[in-house]
């Protein structure tokens, strides 16, 4: 219980922190869990739903560290454009295959 509690806490300390950071996290955790489960069951509002989510949390990534740079810009900003090329990359590969 304490190890729940000791995460708990983290994330909510994350989100009064920095609420944008935290807002990105979750629509990460959530296009990993979309994905995942488009992974085990081939229906398509999974994928669909995952990979807006990671256009989405990319979009936002940029967009923040154009605003408001970190320590690590170059990195944040090369892997955000690397999830955004690969998430249009799977929706132009889902539109061929309709």
Do not use: C, H, K
């Amino acid at each position: 219980m304490r190890f729940w509690s000791f995460w708990f806490n983290s994330f909510v300390l994350s989100s009064q922190y920095n609420p944008p950071r935290f807002v990105e996290l979750l629509m990460l955790l959530l296009a990993i869990a979309m994905l995942a489960i488009a992974s085990i069951l081939p229906d398509r509002p999974y994928l669909i739903l995952g990979l807006s989510l990671v256009v989405g949390a990319s979009i936002s990534i940029l967009v923040r560290e154009a605003i408001a740079p970190s320590p690590q810009t170059r990195i944040t900003q090369l892997t955000a454009s690397l999830l955004l090329i690969i998430s249009l990359y799977g929706f132009a590969d889902l539109m061929y295959t309709l």
